[in-house]
């Protein structure tokens, strides 16, 4: 008998699939809003420097009345635990340079982006949520850009 060889298929995860974003928040009904451009303020850092990038893709946005801080906990923690989940993460190590997203907290809202870098591709994802105390109504966004080269970090 001739021993025969088995082969093992493989499968090849493309970058675009590795880059998949976490599904939006399933409490809410979200309105996909009109192709975005996400320039203001810094939403990248390398090595603690702001890195002014036009960051284009969707965002979606829910708006409610409901200002308990158990939605705003929860609308958090599905993001935190669906990123880690995922392979995504706030800061990374790339290329000996750490790589940072924004994250900021007050008593009015707060915003955390996530950050993931697949064969020299990263997307990022900005996640948001911001109260009007004139109205009680509290907005909540989901921002989730285009897949871009990390070349366009700069040096």
């Known amino acids: 008998n001739i021993p025969t060889r088995t082969t093992i298929p493989t499968t090849t995860i493309s970058f675009e699939s590795a880059l998949e974003a976490p599904a939006l928040y399933p409490e809410f009904d979200w309105e996909e809003t009109p192709v975005t451009i996400l320039s203001e303020g810094s939403i990248i ?3 603690y420097e702001s890195r002014k990038i036009n960051l284009s893709g969707k965002e979606w946005i829910h708006t409610g009345f409901d200002v308990s801080e158990n ?3 929860s609308f958090r923690d599905y993001y935190w635990q669906e ?3 995922l392979g995504w993460s706030n800061s990374l190590k790339y290329n000996n340079k750490k790589i940072q997203a924004i994250v900021a907290d007050g008593p009015l809202g707060g915003i955390i982006g996530y950050l993931k870098i697949i064969e020299h591709k990263l997307r990022v994802i900005v996640v948001s ?3 009007n105390t004139k109205n ?3 907005e909540y966004r989901v921002f989730i850009s285009e897949i871009f080269s990390t070349a366009d ?3």
């Open 129 to 131: 949520e911001s109260r």
């Open 71 to 73: 939605k705003d906990r």
């Open 136 to 138: 009680d109504m509290v």
């Open 153 to 155: 970090l700069g040096n």
């Open 83 to 85: 990123a880690e989940r």
């Open 45 to 47: 850092y390398v090595d």
